[in-house]
């Protein structure tokens, strides 16, 4: 008869199988792994070890292990992801929330410390993490638009989950927004698709062949998501209004001069942890628009 194995066989086992299969990480996602297919904490993980595990356990884990050993994202197979202390449901159809993106979220709440920032829209929303966080932390409220009803659905629930007033909508960048909106925003965000096209065939697989294309493809250069968000920023604005972007870590000097050409000011260049450019925001001055 089979026996049931322990949790330290089960974790060993594990761990070889991910680092066999090239996952940098082989340690942490098969503890992580083994933790969710047997609910089980990480205290208990470690200090018993030599509880038995039942089939169902071992087959739920070893179904886990196929999936990444077919390079399908972490994240996906729990079905969710920590962004800003706060966990949202990911899955197939939404850009996974990166940690680079905090500082995004982290420079408007800044800024909102000091200017009037309260309305806003999030273009590109995916998962809907930045304006969740947003209204969590920074009390805002707004619009998040995507192209995508399959990211949206995500967002909608995401929302719902961390109670945000934020209205979800299926939107071709603001092609659908109400006119009423307009010049009603303090603050555009977005972490719009940013990969230059020819790069993508060169991203890890979990990336490529997982994560939503339209969520990265930002054209030849990577660039014309800025272009068309910055050409239409200023209807949306209201006069003294902030536009935020994430940008790719090469892309910072286009970024920002695109927004000077198009009437913001005080425009800044910040950089992520790793010390890469990683967002670009200015302020809008629709006075100087109308004499240039
Ligand atoms: N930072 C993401 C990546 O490198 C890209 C996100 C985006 O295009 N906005 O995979």
Known sequence: MRRNKTLSAVLFEGKQRLKAA?????????????????????????????KEISFEQEEKY????????????????????????LSFSVGEGTLIPRSDTEILVETVLKISKQEKIKKIIDVGT?????????AYY????GIGIDISPKALEFARKNGTQHHADIQWLESDLFSRVSD???????????????????????LMPEVRDFEPENALDGGKDGLDFYRRIIRESHQWLRDGGWLFFEIGYDQGPAVLSMMGDAGFQQCVLRQDLAGLDRVVYGKLNKVFLNEV
């Open 62 to 85: 070893n179904d886990y292990l196929n999936q990444r050993e077919k390079n399908r994202p972490l994240q996906y197979i729990l079905g969710r992801c920590d962004f800003m202390g």
């Open 22 to 50: 090239g996952k940098e990480n082989y340690a942490f996602e098969g503890e992580i792994l083994l933790m969710e297919a047997c609910g089980l904490s990480r205290v208990t993980l470690f200090t018993q070890g030599e």
């Open 138 to 141: 920074g009390d805002m409220e």
């Open 126 to 134: 995916g998962s809907g993490c930045i304006p969740i966080c947003l």
């Open 180 to 202: 009423e909106w307009k010049g009603c925003f303090d603050a555009i965000v977005s972490n719009p698709p940013y990969i230059a096209e020819d790069v993508i065939t060169g």
